[in-house]
């Protein structure tokens, strides 16, 4: 939304879900944001569910909007029944500056979530629950954008969007309706203007073809790139070596020392394996001390730069609840980690019964002989760029355990570890992992049918089964509950003072 530094903003833009065959009502202009011809919807053919992202606040000719910028959910009313201000928002469209959203319905949890932000670490979020598509709209909807400028000035443009949903569907049911109007893309501008954008339905077989010939393109490009790195790569080492060894703390080691220490990283060694290479059980031979070795696979996806990373940044924490990084090697094209060594291995291989060997990015809390539990790196260099200062880069995790607006905004934050922390607790009451793709549908996601089964009074149903009926109740009630809240869709409702938990 930009207004061209105009301090009176137009009335808006909406996604919308609308029944198939919806048309723009008549008189629908300004504040009604082209989908109703008053406040609410009067019958069933202009039923709609929309999030509105709203700059514009006159309380004399709208009085059903709050006095201030903002973000609201909509059913079948233009008067939201949930709402966020966003003062923020104003500066963004004075200079047309971009803004993001993700809308998101959880039709368990009936849940509809909202996150909003920009690029400058502005953000909000709102959601409201329970909503039941089912009781609003039909079976087959249309959906998209609105916007409406009023009497004042505002360009309207979608840069880009993308749907996704988890429903089959079942029957090859054309949904579009060939009569009304016709979808309008781009922009408009002007005195009483709306667009309509509605989701296009793309020719597969042209967008494979359209794919894979971008796919072949871009696998010779970052093949010739990859060469060029490496070589660079290997002239890079002795710089490594003096810039490592500046400072105390993790020693290094030599290739040959590390082969030895792990019979030459032989598979009974093998401790785990991730997409960066495999982890080793070794013995130092010359501090008489076990060590689990992590060993990169070369040009895989952890690379030189995430593992210089990793030793620039592990180096220099030391606390008792993170696993100690004890010294690192890059010889020939090898690259290695060195760690002391956790003897009871993973929580989850004590939570879980699987005993194949674990994915340590899915497995990095680790408990060490007294069953003291630490933090393994593993990855967690890959969250922060120090060369950058306080900005943060993209957030690497594993699907299941990252909060909803982590993922999208590919920001981490002090929400969305207490996020991480919820899933933890639940996966410790439960016996299960975050995703269990063996179990039942209504299963698969441990935060869904946890969530599912407290709306409906049967939260104690999802207690670990091995544990029977040996259990306290109430006390595995208060720690489902504590992942519960920690796990909130709203970031703001999670807690944020560890002496709330």
């Known amino acids: 939304m930009d207004s061209n530094l105009n301090l009176n903003h137009a009335d808006g833009l909406v996604f919308f879900l609308a029944p198939n ?5 008549e008189h629908s202009e300004g504040c009604f944001l082209g989908l109703t011809a008053s406040l609410n919807s009067t019958n069933s053919s202009t039923a709609f569910v929309a999030v509105e992202f709203d700059p514009f606040h006159d309380n004399v000719t709208n009085t059903w909007d709050p006095p201030c910028e903002h973000v609201g959910i909509d059913v079948n009313s233009l008067a939201s029944v949930s709402e966020s201000c966003v003062s923020w928002m104003n500066y963004n469209i004075l200079h047309g500056q971009e803004l993001h959203a993700q809308v998101t319905y959880d039709s368990r949890a009936m849940n509809l979530s909202v996150v909003f932000g920009d690029d400058a670490e502005n ?13 609003y709209l039909p079976e087959w909807v249309v959906f998209g954008f609105s916007a409406t400028t009023g009497q004042a000035f505002e360009a309207h443009s979608i840069f880009s969007w993308e749907f996704n949903s988890s429903l089959r569907i079942l029957d090859p049911v054309n949904v579009w309706n060939n009569t009304g109007n016709t979808p309008v893309g781009g922009m408009t501008r002007g005195k009483k203007s709306e667009s309509w954008v509605r989701g296009p339905i793309l020719g597969l077989s042209s967008l494979v073809f359209l794919i ?18 490496q070589s660079g790569e290997e002239e890079n080492v002795p710089r490594m070596d003096e810039e490592f060894e500046q400072s105390k703390g993790p020693k290094k080691y030599s290739y040959k020392v ?16 991730g997409g960066f290479g495999g982890v080793y059980e070794g013995h130092l031979v010359d501090v008489d001390s076990h060590v689990a070795i992590k060993k990169i696979t070369p040009n895989s996806k952890q690379g030189v730069k995430e593992y210089v990373t990793e030793v620039k940044t592990i180096r220099h924490l030391t606390h008792k609840s993170l696993v100690e990084l004890v010294g690192w090697c890059h010889e020939r094209n090898n690259f290695l980690l060195v760690y002391e060594f956790m003897s009871n291995g993973s929580l989850d291989s004590h939570l879980f019964e699987d005993k194949a060997p674990l994915t340590w990015e899915k497995s990095n809390i680790l408990l060490d002989a007294h069953f003291e539990a630490k933090l393994g790196d593993f990855g967690l260099a890959r969250i922060v760029d120090h060369a950058k200062g306080s900005q943060t880069t993209l957030v690497a ?11 999208y905004m590919g920001k981490a934050s002090k929400e969305s570890d207490v996020y991480s922390f919820g899933d933890v607790l639940l996966e410790i009451a439960c016996g299960r992992k ?30 670990d089964p091995k544990l ?10 208060c720690l489902m509950m504590v992942g519960l809240w920690c796990i909130h869709p709203d970031p703001k409702e999670r807690p944020n003072k560890l002496f709330e938990l």
């Open 212 to 229: 894979l010939v971008a796919g072949f393109g871009w696998y010779g490009y970052r093949l010739k790139r990859n060469r060029n790195d």
């Open 397 to 407: 995790g594993t699907m299941g355990y990252l909060a909803p607006e982590c993922i």
């Open 21 to 25: 065959g919806s048309q723009i009502p």
């Open 123 to 135: 953000s909000t979020s709102l959601h409201y629950q329970p909503l039941n598509l089912t009781e």
């Open 468 to 477: 029977g009926e040996n259990f306290n109740a109430r006390q595995m009630e």
């Open 434 to 463: 975050a995703i269990e793709h063996k179990a039942s549908e209504d299963q698969v996601q441990l935060v869904e049918w946890v969530w599912e089964l407290y709306g409906t009074g049967k939260l104690l149903d999802a207690a």
């Open 258 to 273: 590390l082969a030895i220490a792990t019979d030459n990283f032989a598979n009974t060694r093998l401790l785990g394996k």
